[in-house]
């Protein structure tokens, strides 16, 4: 809503702006042909009184008692407006009324001015109808966003109504014991005689519209109404646990290793973990990541295709806690981030034996045997941001690969290149899915840490296409310190 005001509010100071501009103009011309506007016997004053009385007897031609009827009519009629809409913006209380309100005076005013120009001088009539047309529409569009910007008052009563009906439901809570006993509210229909502690329950409910139609205090404990009260008290509990912030721990076996997800209140998964050896270490790396959330490293990636990603490292970024999921644009990735930080702290752990196939994250695949290439490269280069040493691979039409974590040193990042090399050529790849449907490849150490992870793509066929690649380009890839100076 203040977004929209504020473009409000600028379009009709540009409309101000536009008025004046067009208003000098016409001032202009005026007194450049003052000699003639300001005869006494056909002179802007005397059509002006013309126009004002409805005198058409001097105007011989039925265009120009056309166009001076038309003069007389917009004349009052804008008057007319302008002091309604004052009456509006008092009523109202809304100053920013004023401008467009100001805005419509100025160029109706000129508008008038420039009707009776065309009556005074013949040979540039067109000239001044064609302005005062300009500055009528002008004076409309201004009086009509004048009261666009009261827009946001004018919303004022259906909030007062919605915060009475919120009242009225909690007022109606507390009958819900009676409710939920079918057996007393039959007696009561049958006896019809409220005690006096009946009474006291029921009579907050007596300023609710329909009791007074009904005028009968149990007439709230109607099915609909039931279903009303259970509903809110349902939402009440929801937003109650919400607030709790509890979640839940799950781990589970995938793709050879095992694994834990953790979730929110409502059920949507907002992590899932690497891959351990044993369930043990799954569990044990639950304990990493809460330290981690707290004192880590926490970054959002975005890739060469937009998509970004939170990443969770150790406090010295020395190696890979957890990868988010991926997301279209980086503050929905920012926000999931915040979403772990709050639920991170859950203690409930639960051992599952597995998980529904549609909720499978990540597979084993068989590559196609390796085509080896010559004319892919490996560049080592200092990161930006952390000032620390990485490596990607590019391949032979310069699209980049996959690119490493950071180093502290650049003997680190090549052995590192190295390790990663060697589980390349081993096969040690599988595919990863997350819940937007974006893949990525994943190369694993022998321990199930994820040692580098590739780019995403819109489909499983092409990250395992890009994982093919890196297996064609990176054994024979020619390595590139890009800090050397020749």
Not at 127 to 145: D, E, K, M
Not at 200 to 217: A, F, G, W
Not at 239 to 252: L, P, S, T
Request: proline share 3%.
């Amino acid at each position: 809503m203040e977004q929209k005001e504020k473009r409000i509010s600028i379009i009709t100071w540009v409309i101000f702006a536009l008025i004046i501009v067009l208003s000098s103009i016409e001032v202009t011309f005026i007194i450049l042909s003052k000699d003639t506007f300001f005869a006494e016997n056909n002179g802007l004053l005397s059509h002006f009184k013309n126009v004002v009385a409805f005198n058409y007897s001097s105007y011989s031609e039925g265009l120009f008692k056309a166009v001076a009827l038309i003069d007389s009519i917009w004349g009052y009629l804008f008057i007319a407006c302008f002091l309604v809409g004052l009456i509006g913006m008092f009523a109202r209380k809304r100053a920013k009324i004023l401008v467009g309100l100001l805005g419509f005076l100025l160029a109706s005013l000129f508008a008038f001015t420039g009707i009776l120009a065309s009556l005074t001088l013949a040979e540039a009539s067109i000239l001044y109808l064609t302005l005062a047309a300009v500055l009528l529409c002008l004076a409309v569009v201004s009086f009509r966003f004048a009261f666009a910007a009261s827009s946001k008052s004018e919303a004022i009563p259906s909030s007062k109504n919605e915060v009475k009906e919120e009242k009225v439901e909690e007022e109606k809570e507390p009958l819900e014991p009676a409710i939920d006993n079918p057996t007393e509210n039959e007696e009561k229909k049958i006896d019809n005689t409220p005690t006096k502690e009946e009474k006291s329950e029921t009579k907050p409910v007596v300023n609710s519209k329909k009791v007074q139609e009904n005028k009968k205090p149990l007439a709230v404990e109607t099915p609909s109404t039931k279903e009303k009260n259970e509903e809110s008290s349902t939402e009440t509990e929801a937003k109650q646990k919400n607030n709790r912030q509890v979640g839940k721990y799950e781990v589970f076996p995938e793709a050879g290793f095992y694994k834990y997800r953790l979730k929110a209140n409502n059920g949507e998964i907002l992590l899932v973990s690497s891959s351990y050896k044993t369930r043990e270490g799954a569990h044990n790396g639950i304990a990493t990541l809460r330290k981690n959330v707290k004192d880590g490293s926490k970054k959002i990636v975005t890739d060469k295709n937009g998509f970004s990603q939170f990443r969770i490292y150790t406090s010295n970024d020395s190696r890979l806690v957890v990868a988010g999921e991926i997301y279209p644009t980086l503050l929905s990735a920012q926000n999931a981030l915040s979403s772990v930080t709050k639920f991170y702290k859950a203690h409930k752990e639960v051992d599952l034996d597995g998980v529904p196939e549609n909720e499978v994250r990540e597979w084993k695949v068989f590559l196609p045997p390796i085509n080896p290439s010559n004319n892919g490269k490996i560049e080592l280069y200092i990161d930006e941001e952390t000032k620390k040493w990485k490596g990607r691979l590019l391949a032979s039409n310069g699209v980049l690969l996959f690119s490493t974590t950071t180093y502290s040193s650049k003997n680190a990042v090549t052995k590192a290149i190295e390790n990663i090399k060697n589980k390349v050529m081993a096969g040690s790849m599988s595919i990863s899915r997350d819940k937007q449907n974006r893949y990525q490849f994943r190369v694993y150490s022998e321990n199930g840490a994820v040692l580098v992870m590739g780019e995403t793509y819109p489909s499983k066929e092409s990250a395992i296409s890009a994982a093919s690649s890196v297996r064609n380009f990176i054994g024979n890839a020619k390595l590139i310190d890009t800090t050397k100076t020749f």
